[in-house]
């Protein structure tokens, strides 16, 4: 049998940036749970590239308007900051509620790939819409659309490091919805584990022989 695989996800303490010890310090402050069910006191928003452009875009029609007293550009100015806080409530609406759950995965040889399968339970009577699911701090994955009083599955795939009981890696929900000037997502650190068995020699030798046949 081959020694466990090292972790590629886990550099030398003295590698790791401020940024990554402020995600690792923030992540071990979350409780694992068996089912996350979306709420306001877990569902977080920051604003996105566009929705920063957007507020520079909306002071310097304010500052005009103010300037040379436009009455329409004050009208503007207004109009799309109220759509913008709009669309906060409504992305909102569209993840609240949401459910979600992570069945146990198959076992896996150390150095394969773990199959997660995130289950999404929408009990509500409204689909939701453009919902992104990832690993915490990993790349984005295509969003899809949850219909209403249904479950969606979702695959995830995270790598098999050592021998023995794995906890699962924690996930991302995101949206953008609607408008794409506001993120809000949720993180969800399941309860689960993977069990990895030892990986299997390649071309191992033969076992030894016995060197009486009666042995």
């Not at 604003?47 to 040379?68: E, Q």
Request: proline share 10%; glycine share 6%; hydrophobic share 45%.
């Amino acid at each position: 049998m081959t020694p466990s695989v090292p972790s590629p996800a886990q550099p030398p303490a003295g590698r790791i940036g401020i940024r990554q010890r402020v995600r690792l310090w923030w992540l071990g402050k979350l409780t694992r749970t068996a089912t996350h069910t979306i709420t306001r006191r877990n569902l977080y928003l920051l604003p996105t590239g566009a929705g920063c452009m957007l507020a520079a875009t909306l002071l310097v029609l304010l500052i005009a308007s103010i300037n040379f007293q436009l009455n329409l550009g004050f009208l503007l100015t207004f109009m799309l900051a109220g759509s913008a806080l709009v669309s906060v409530a409504v992305g909102y609406r569209n993840l609240l509620g949401l459910q979600l759950t992570a069945p146990p995965p198959e076992p896996q040889f150390a150095g394969n790939t773990i199959a997660m399968q995130l289950q999404l339970v929408n009990d509500s009577t409204r689909s939701r819409y453009a919902i992104g699911v990832r690993q915490y701090a990993g790349p984005q994955l295509s969003h899809f659309d949850v219909e209403r009083q249904s479950l969606t599955h979702a695959h995830l795939a995270t790598p098999a490091l050592q021998r023995g009981w794995q906890p699962l890696p924690a996930v991302v929900a995101d949206t953008r919805f609607p408008l794409g000037i506001f993120r809000m997502w949720t993180v969800f650190r399941s309860t689960e584990s993977a069990l990895v068995y030892p990986a299997p020699e390649p071309d191992a030798p033969p076992l030894p022989m016995a060197e009486s046949p009666h042995a």
